[in-house]
């Protein structure tokens, strides 16, 4: 038991739970956000001008009525001016998101990433930046599956802050890897080996979404290669797997006729693998030990 709980000497259920709060806040602000982007990003739009309106009367939406999560129940989902619905979406996209930031802050800074191989420090520069990338990951392959849904096509730019998060992580936590390629190897091996990972597993993807929908997209090489760089291979190659087996169930249940978004699934398998971590390791050394 004191080996479960050695991290509250740093980071007490004081400090632990305003914190775990205030990342659901701010998770919630994140995705509602998102949501501009996924909208405005494929359009050419800017995404800070005009300020948000409701598409259906094009009024300007009041700074109270856009407080994420809580304004859409408030308004019961309708616009304020018109009464038209507003799309449930954009509530399930703020909750989403601020849950998965809650839950990657106690699983990894707050616990001082107990569910991580290796060992952390809550005060060392790598579990935090391990935490940044891991929520700008998610977050961008949730907003890559969602732009896939509605257009058919993911802009590049979608990428760029989360190839600088990326680069910096780099730069400046020389323990960014919780598990690395191999034994003694070294982090730019380790991104290396990811990248041909993601790539490959990409390439499955990629031909698995357009065998069962017809279309994919080469965003879904793209978000893969992400994902090996950020993971490592070992993630990125569980991630796969575990993907295209819920995808190829779900998308042959629902039909051709209603495609799913690959990117949503990997966003999905992320977020499980990286808090179970540990458990994967384990669970391949029970399935083959040394």
Avoid at 272 to 286: E, P
Wanted: aromatic letters at 10%; hydrophobic letters at 55%; proline letters at 6%.
């Amino acid at each position: 038991m004191p080996g479960l709980i050695h991290w509250m000497d740093d980071f007490p259920l004081r400090i632990a739970i305003p914190f775990a709060f205030w990342l659901f806040c701010c998770g919630a602000c994140i995705g509602s956000f998102l949501n501009v982007v996924v909208y405005r990003l494929p359009l050419g739009k800017n995404l800070s001008r005009p300020p948000s309106s409701c598409p259906s009367c094009d009024q300007r939406i009041r700074w109270y009525d856009n407080i994420p999560i809580i304004s859409w129940i408030c308004l019961k989902g309708r616009c304020r001016n018109c009464k038209e619905p507003i799309a449930i979406r954009y509530l399930l996209v703020e909750g989403i998101v601020a849950s998965s930031f809650m839950l990657l802050g106690i699983a990894e800074p707050i616990t001082a990433g107990s569910v991580l191989p290796g060992d952390y420090e809550i005060q060392d520069v790598n579990i935090w930046m391990i935490f940044l990338t891991h929520l700008a990951l998610l977050t961008t392959l949730l907003g890559a599956g969602l732009i896939w849904r509605d257009h058919g096509r993911v802009p590049a730019r979608l990428f760029s802050t989360l190839l600088v998060i990326l680069v910096v992580a780099q730069l400046v936590a020389p323990d960014f890897y919780p598990q690395l390629a191999s034994a003694g190897s070294q982090r730019g091996v380790t991104l290396l080996a990811g990248l041909v990972t993601g790539l490959l597993a990409g390439g499955v993807l990629f031909l698995l979404e357009r065998l069962l929908c017809g279309k994919s997209s080469i965003s879904v090489l793209a978000s893969l290669a992400i994902v090996g760089m950020v993971l490592g291979w070992q993630l990125t190659a569980a991630a796969m797997v575990v993907v295209a087996g819920c995808y190829l169930l779900l998308q042959l249940a629902v039909g051709r006729r209603r495609p799913l978004p690959v990117l949503l699934f990997t966003a999905a398998a992320s977020l499980l693998l990286i808090v179970r971590w540990q458990w994967w390791l384990d669970l391949l050394s029970a399935a083959f030990p040394a």
